[in-house]
């Protein structure tokens, strides 16, 4: 069953319109909820009055920071409030950190009467100090978190080898200053759920998340009853990106539901999220600043590298921490460095804050590694391609932690077979320059380059975490096994992963696709998956399926009718970086990608049309082709976002612009030209059946690759993003380029 294209489960419900997803979910007596955000960056809340609220016709309860029994959550650190109010246990949680914080929740007989009901809660507030520069906020003038000593919360470093050393073995040495932006993720379907009591007595949410298991212990400690008590069902889920690894609706319907049980209440509860509520409550991409300098012998080696990279965290955790230890290490990208010196922190502002967003990090290292690379290969007269291929690492060879990358690195192969690939004649028509566009361009203000680069992603996660992925397996059947029902809780985001999850447990049980049938993310029945992030899902589950049809076949030969099999993966534990050196094995595999584009510009308008990408993914085993090229394609689209298009505009801490009207995610008329994918198989040796982990992997180097052939057509480069046609216009302007004169 592996390398079959097979259609996926959900693609007619979802094409037909059948799929429910949260918001159309239907239930006998709905109450309908509204949040109310507090809109403050910084700011104190004095005084809370609900009375008019709580006098409009329907309105049922409103719950406030004092009715959270545990008013605390977060992914990594509980440094976040449920709700930011009076009377609450939770020390400091009547400040207000972030706009998108929530102050309250309405829930009443119709949706029309919660909005009523929030938007007559009247709120006083001591207006705080709001620190939206991480720069400043370094300076512990105010401190975000008054529990904390410092806003600076996390520091890593790299200290390898003998810097002076390696300065002194540079004929070369580029030094910059890079800026990337926040990103919006954007998925299609907005924030909503459905929360009641089941018929076991458990307080149910129906959501769209990433980690059921872990939205089931968040709920638990915040509404402090057992995880057993608590049931999280995921329905068709329209994207996330990373964007729903943290909490939105979840902890607020399970409230509900708890309440309206103590109340006597037993009706479900419904909540739906506006396009701009979305946007403004959930956390971003993080927005990174890093100086950096590179040097490297006449002959191309590299020998030393020197990087500050400062990561806004924003308002709250979230992931930054773990995410900032990502970047750290990709910024000195899949090569090796004999002397380093890296320091990597982590900084609360009072801006929206920055978590788990496909890539984790890895694209704001990789845009710094790979342009200082590629300044190198100009610097040096040397093929850039060339220039990586005898600096990338290779099987034993110490990395940037001073250990060896884990066993199949195949970056080589994938920078040989993307640059032959590219050297190919293309045989699609270019075309001018269209985004955004009103009128032709002038053919002779084009201009037209090409550019390089590649990328290393960790697959599962990282420094010390305790990975694992829990999978049951049942045959059923008299003399042969006629069916199989895999049971596992990891979630469909859009990807295809369930598809993906049958055809492994066919392979392995080497039965016909028709055969399996599966019950997906639902805490009742299913054990913790895991994630569905950091390129994991697959990789882990094929490992947990592998288990549990060993065990169920054992089983079925000793004649056990149905044979169930359960089966509990851990790979080998990662380590955490040492605290002053940075020395560790901190991943436990990874997979690696190289992107090639060409790219026409307007030098006139600013205007980037990218006519041809060629991506070179490494997926060990491809299980599902079709699929493996719609996470190439979708990735490329969205990383074209991120390095052109999406200019997320943010002031005083206030989001400025929260609709798709005004951010601008790429539509079919701005995306590449083509994109050309080539899956290759080189077999991890710790993968199912050698399968890599690469959902990732092709958003990570677009963005370099473009800078690189912006420069190779005008001779500018290009060290910030995003290149909207205004800021390409007006760095073109700004250096003077003969063209434009």
């Known amino acids: 069953m592996l390398g079959k294209s097979i259609f996926r489960d959900d693609a007619h419900g979802k094409v037909t319109g059948s799929a429910l997803y949260p918001g159309d979910i239907e239930k006998d007596h709905f109450l309908h909820a509204k949040l109310l955000f507090t809109g403050q960056p910084h700011a104190r809340m004095i005084r809370m009055d609900t009375a008019a609220a709580e006098a409009v016709p329907g309105v049922v309860c409103i719950l406030k920071a004092e009715d959270v029994p545990v008013n605390e959550h977060g992914l990594v650190m509980l440094d976040q409030p449920v709700m930011v109010g009076l009377n609450s246990k939770k020390p400091f949680s009547d400040v207000s950190r972030w706009e998108g914080d929530r102050a309250a929740m309405i829930v009443a007989e119709t949706e029309e009467a919660a909005a009523r009901a929030r938007d007559l809660i009247e709120i006083e507030w001591e207006q705080l100090p709001v620190v939206?520069?991480?720069?400043?906020?370094?300076?512990?003038?105010?401190?975000?978190?008054?529990?904390?000593?410092?806003?600076?919360?996390?520091?890593?470093?790299?200290?390898?080898?003998?810097?002076?050393?390696?300065?002194?073995?540079?004929?070369?040495?580029?030094?910059?200053?890079?800026?990337?932006?926040?990103?919006?993720?954007?998925?299609?379907?907005?924030?909503?759920?459905?929360?009641?009591?089941?018929?076991?007595g458990r307080v149910t949410v129906e959501v769209a998340g990433q980690w059921t298991h872990e939205d089931q212990t968040l709920i638990a400690h915040a509404l402090d009853i057992p995880k057993e008590q608590v049931r999280v069902i995921y329905p068709a889920i329209g994207g996330a990106f990373g964007g729903r690894e943290d909490m939105s609706v979840q902890i607020v319907l399970a409230l509900a539901s708890q309440r309206l049980r103590e109340m006597g209440i037993n009706r479900p509860v419904r909540i739906q999220w506006t396009r701009e509520e979305s946007v403004i409550g959930h956390h971003k991409r993080h927005a990174v600043t890093i100086h950096t300098r590179w040097?490297?012998?006449?002959?191309?080696?590299?020998?030393?590298?020197?990087?500050?990279?400062?990561?806004?965290?924003?308002?709250?955790?979230?992931?930054?921490?773990?995410?900032?230890?990502?970047?750290?290490?990709?910024?000195?990208?899949?090569?090796?460095?004999?002397?380093?010196?890296?320091?990597?922190?982590?900084?609360?502002?009072?801006?929206?804050?920055?978590?788990?967003?496909?890539?984790?990090?890895?694209?704001?290292?990789?845009?710094?590694?790979?342009?200082?690379?590629?300044?190198?290969?100009?610097?040096?007269?040397?093929?850039?391609?060339?220039?990586?291929?005898?600096?990338?690492?290779?099987?034993?060879?110490?990395?940037?932690?001073?250990?060896?990358?884990?066993?199949?690195?195949?970056?080589?192969?994938?920078?040989?077979?993307?640059?032959?690939?590219?050297?190919?004649?293309?045989?699609?028509?270019?075309?001018?320059?269209?985004?955004?566009?009103?009128?032709?361009?002038?053919?002779?203000?084009?201009?037209?380059?090409?550019?390089?680069a590649c990328a290393l992603k960790n697959i599962g996660f990282s420094f010390g975490f305790p990975e694992r992925s829990e999978a049951y397996v049942e045959l059923r059947g008299r003399g042969e096994i006629d069916r199989v029902v895999v049971r596992h809780a990891g979630a469909d985001v859009g990807q295809g992963a369930h598809t993906a999850f049958k055809q492994m447990v066919a392979e392995a049980v080497g039965v016909p696709y028709e055969k399996v049938e599966g019950?997906?993310?639902?805490?009742?029945?299913?054990?913790?998956?895991?994630?569905?992030?950091?390129?994991?899902?697959?990789?882990?589950?094929g490992n947990a399926i592998r288990g549990a049809v060993e065990k169920a076949l054992t089983l079925w030969k000793q004649e056990e009718r149905p044979a169930v099999g359960f089966f509990r993966y851990q790979p080998p534990p990662t380590e955490m970086l040492d605290d002053k050196t940075g020395k560790s094995n901190p991943n436990i595999t990874y997979g690696y990608v190289a992107e090639a584009v060409d790219v026409t510009v307007d030098i006139e308008t600013g205007h980037i049309t990218i006519d041809r990408v060629v991506c070179a993914n490494d997926v060990g085993r491809a299980v599902n082709p079709?699929?493996?090229?719609?996470?190439?394609?979708?990735?490329?689209?969205?990383?074209?976002?991120?390095?052109?298009?999406?200019?997320?505009?943010?002031?005083?801490?206030?989001?400025?612009?929260?609709?798709?009207?005004?951010?601008?995610?790429?539509?079919?008329?701005?995306?590449?030209?083509?994109?050309?994918?080539?899956?290759?198989?080189?077999?991890?040796?710790?993968?199912?059946?050698?399968?890599?982990?690469?959902?990732?992997?092709?958003?990570i180097p677009l963005a370099p690759a473009i800078t690189a052939a912006l420069y190779d057509a005008t001779g500018v480069w290009f060290n910030e993003l995003p290149l909207t046609p205004g800021n390409v216009r007006m760095r073109l302007k700004n250096t003077l380029v003969p063209d434009l004169t």
Not at 152 to 163: A, D, Q, W
Not at 519 to 541: E, H, I, N, P
Not at 650 to 678: A, C, M, W
Request: glycine share 10%; aromatic share 8%.
């Open 132 to 200: 939206t520069s991480p720069v400043e906020a370094m300076r512990d003038e105010t401190i975000i978190h008054g529990e904390e000593p410092s806003n600076v919360y996390k520091h890593y470093r790299i200290r390898k080898g003998e810097m002076a050393a390696g300065w002194a073995a540079a004929d070369v040495i580029v030094e910059e200053t890079y800026q990337v932006p926040m990103q919006e993720h954007a998925y299609l379907q907005p924030e909503a759920g459905v929360s009641y009591i089941d018929e076991e």
């Open 295 to 452: 040097g490297a012998a006449k002959t191309g080696e590299l020998t030393a590298i020197e990087v500050e990279m400062i990561l806004d965290a924003g308002s709250y955790n979230c992931t930054s921490n773990k995410v900032l230890g990502n970047a750290h290490l990709t910024v000195a990208g899949p090569y090796r460095i004999p002397n380093a010196h890296i320091d990597s922190y982590a900084v609360y502002t009072n801006n929206c804050p920055g978590g788990a967003f496909r890539g984790f990090g890895a694209p704001q290292g990789c845009f710094v590694a790979e342009s200082q690379m590629n300044k190198l290969a100009i610097a040096l007269g040397i093929d850039p391609v060339e220039l990586r291929l005898k600096n990338v690492l290779r099987e034993g060879e110490a990395s940037i932690t001073d250990t060896p990358l884990p066993a199949g690195i195949s970056i080589k192969t994938v920078i040989e077979q993307c640059a032959d690939k590219f050297e190919e004649p293309f045989s699609g028509a270019q075309v001018l320059p269209r985004s955004f566009q009103s009128l032709p361009a002038d053919p002779k203000a084009l201009r037209r380059g090409r550019g390089f």
């Open 519 to 541: 019950v997906f993310s639902d805490t009742a029945y299913t054990g913790d998956s895991g994630s569905a992030s950091a390129s994991r899902l697959t990789w882990m589950t």
């Open 626 to 699: 079709n699929l493996i090229e719609g996470q190439i394609e979708g990735a490329v689209v969205q990383a074209f976002g991120y390095a052109v298009t999406e200019n997320l505009q943010s002031k005083n801490g206030h989001i400025l612009n929260p609709r798709f009207s005004t951010y601008l995610i790429p539509g079919i008329r701005d995306v590449p030209q083509k994109v050309e994918s080539l899956i290759i198989e080189e077999p991890d040796p710790q993968g199912p059946w050698g399968v890599r982990g690469m959902a990732e992997m092709p958003f």
